[in-house]
């Protein structure tokens, strides 16, 4: 198995986190997401471990919450002492909903609106990211009128290429986010932002990119960040306290993925900027990332039901599910991989190429092509693994599909986080 939350039982039935996904599948109906609790818990004591191992109580660890937000995933991610990150007035607004500290809330997006950045502002969260000029001004004026000086850090992109698809790289200066080093344009901002009466610029923030496996960039970043921090206190004459460099940590999908583990990236990272530190003679700064995929990716997975399988001679087998691009888009979007297991199978070899499409009437709606799983029929249970980050949360209702419900297992128990959408839901919002 990919890792070993998934195991395969006496019946020879999948199980995540001790739990049979056949019942599962049973006792909630498919299509449904599954989140292993302990995983998820284990992935932020992880991250917060190695800040305590390998730098100094200064770190911050926000989970990005845009992988996947629900409500009861605020409150785990808080009872684990984490802040969060949102990207949006609905992501605050779920996190505040039931309690989230607003001062560990980090918020981000390359064009909030006006009415966002008020939210944010009356909320009073913990900073807001600024990713441009136009927000600089907005947010200024802003401050100004609601008497508020919030903290704010700025995006840079700082010129690092990695190896992940175009889709997720966000770091090169083609990108839509952040103000980018090698134009002038981030020393130009910072300047900015430090004239900025009504703002308290704090730190500088950069996000890599999603999904990756090298140590390298995270190597990088520290020394190009700790030197840009240093030009501010020598230009602008003011010393920036805070550093965060984002997410981006892989996960295994597939058997060929090789993630670096999460406390040698870490250890790395702060190797890194220790050293930054050294050479430009900057005090240590407050350490901050913001992991979404690697908290709740992995020891996760999606049941379906399998339907109708068509099998074209000489071109390939069809196996459709209940479920396709309105719960998982991200093979659609970017050829995303995974790996596929047909849950009441599990002990059999996965001997038989499928093409998995999904119900949706769009031939893209594929969640994975020519790849093996057990001989399928149909009324079969088939599971697609690591499904935890970037599915709940970029779902659709195309083609008026409901979106599936969720459930977290713990030491063999379930319970439901998400309850399935009903076609009532659908016309709820219809005049
Ligand atoms: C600013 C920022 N921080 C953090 C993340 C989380 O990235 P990941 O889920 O790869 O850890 C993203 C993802 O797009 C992001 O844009």
Known sequence: MLNNRFGVNEKGNLT???VDTVELANAYGTPLYVFDENDIRNNCREFKGAFEKHYNSNAQVYYASKAFSCKEMYRLVNSEGLGVDVVSGGELYTALSVGF???????HGNNKTKDELIFALKSNVG?????NFTELELLNGLAKELSKKPDILLRIKPGIDCHTHEYIKTATIDCKFGFALENGEAEEALKAACQAENLNLVGIHCHIGSQIFEKQPFIDAPEIMVSLAKRVQQKFGKTLTEINFGGGFGIKYTKNDTPVAKDEMIMELC????????KYEFPLPKLSIEPGRSIVGDATLTLYTIGNIKTIENVRTYVSVDGGMTDNPRYALYGAEY?????NKANKPRDFVA????????????????????????????????TGAYNYSMASNYN??????????????????IKRETYEDIISKDI
């Open 16 to 18: 995540i986190g001790g």
């Open 101 to 107: 500290p607003a001062d560990k809330i980090g918020f």
């Open 127 to 131: 900073h807001i990211i600024v990713d």
């Open 271 to 278: 190797a890194a900027v220790k050293t930054a530190c050294k």
């Open 339 to 343: 790996e596929a297991v047909v849950a």
């Open 355 to 386: 093409t998995i499409a999904g119900r949706c009437c769009e031939s893209g709606d594929l969640i994975q092509e020519h790849t093996k799983i057990q001989t399928p029929k149909a009324g079969d249970i088939l599971a697609v693994l690591s």
């Open 400 to 417: 008026r599909v409901p979106r599936p419900a969720a459930v977290m297992v713990n030491n063999g128990k379930s319970r439901e986080i």
